[in-house]
C-alpha cells in the first residue's frame, strides 16, 4: 500500500512537472511571438527584428526586459498617423487665408487686415471687381495685374511728384503771403 502511494504521488509530481514544463515552453514561445509581432510593429529594420527576437529566445525573462527598456517608443502606426495628423494641419493653415503684411489670419471677405490694416483686396483696374493682394492676374477678366501695376505705379510716382511739387509751392505762397501782412517791425524782429 505504501509501495501504491508512492507511486500514485510519483505519477502526479510528475504529470505537474510535465504540465509546468508545457506551460513554461508555451510562455517561452509566446514570449518569443509577442516580441516579433511587437518589434515588427516599430520598424521594418530586419536585422534589429531578428536581434530583438533572438534576446528574448536566447534569454528568456531577463531579455524581455531588456527588450523592454530599449524598444522605439512609437509604432509604425503612430507615426504613419502623426505624419498625416501634421499633413492636415498644414493644408488647413494653408487654406486658411494670412494677410500678405503681418501674417495674422484673415476672412476672405475683408477688404482691410484688422491688425495692421494692410488693404488685403483691391479693385481689377480693368473690370473693377474685387481681387486679392496675392494674385497676379484678375480672375474674372484675365489681365495681368504686374503689367498694370508697372504702368499703374509710374503714373502715381508722377502723380506723387506732381502733389509734392504743388503742396511745396503751396507752402511758399502761403508763407510769402503771411510775410506781405506782417508787420514791418515784427520781421526785423525775427530776422
Not at 507511486?7 to 509577442?34: H, P, R
Not at 516599430?42 to 524581455?64: H, K
Not at 471677405?109 to 493682394?133: E, I, P
Amino acid at each position: 500500500m505504501l509501495a501504491e502511494l508512492s507511486n500514485t504521488i510519483a505519477t502526479l509530481i510528475g504529470i505537474f512537472v510535465a504540465l509546468l514544463g508545457a506551460f513554461i515552453f508555451a510562455f517561452w514561445i509566446a514570449m518569443g511571438i509577442w516580441t516579433f509581432n511587437d518589434i515588427r510593429s516599430r520598424t521594418r529594420d530586419w536585422l534589429a527584428i531578428a536581434l530583438a527576437s533572438l534576446l528574448v529566445l536566447v534569454f528568456p525573462l531577463v531579455g524581455l526586459v531588456l527588450y523592454m527598456m530599449v524598444r522605439p517608443r512609437e509604432t509604425l502606426a503612430d507615426v504613419f498617423d502623426r505624419a498625416l495628423e501634421e499633413e492636415s494641419l498644414l493644408r488647413e493653415l494653408e487654406s486658411t487665408l494670412s494677410c500678405y503684411h503681418c501674417g495674422l489670419p484673415v476672412q476672405d471677405t475683408w477688404n482691410f487686415c484688422s491688425n495692421c490694416h494692410s488693404q488685403l483686396r483691391y479693385a481689377c483696374s480693368n473690370c473693377g471687381k474685387a481681387m486679392r493682394h496675392e494674385w497676379d492676374i484678375c480672375v474674372n477678366c484675365g489681365a495681368n495685374q504686374i503689367e498694370q501695376e508697372s504702368t499703374t505705379t509710374g503714373g502715381r510716382a508722377n502723380s506723387r511728384h506732381r502733389a509734392v511739387a504743388s503742396s511745396a509751392s503751396a507752402a511758399f505762397e502761403i508763407a510769402d503771403s503771411d510775410a506781405a501782412f506782417r508787420p514791418p517791425q515784427e520781421t526785423s524782429q525775427r530776422s
